[in-house]
């Protein structure tokens, strides 16, 4: 498993569902339609998604330096 973090290549909006798919080894779309059938049901799954797209920091590229 991998560092929670929202990656820069595969998001849709957030990163969100990207990141919740790297870290737990599925595909992002697999992780998208079960976000999507998961607000069929009642809960705060819109609000987790909006905390989760402040609070997840988002992934850093490496940067080389020629110093």
């Known amino acids: 498993m991998s560092a929670l973090a929202r990656p ?3 998001r849709m909006i957030g990163g969100v569902c990207a990141a919740l798919a790297r ?3 599925t595909s992002a779309g697999t ?3 079960v976000f999507l059938v998961s607000c069929l049901l009642p809960g705060p799954q ?5 905390a ?3 609070l997840l ?3 850093r590229t490496a940067t080389t330096t020629a110093w």
Not at 46 to 50: K, N, P
Request: aromatic fraction near 20%; hydrophobic fraction near 50%; glycine fraction near 10%.
């Open 57 to 59: 920091p988002s992934e």
């Open 8 to 10: 820069r290549d595969g």
């Open 52 to 54: 989760l797209w402040i």
């Open 46 to 50: 819109f609000l987790l998604y909006l």
């Open 23 to 25: 870290r737990f080894g």
């Open 31 to 33: 992780m998208r339609v």
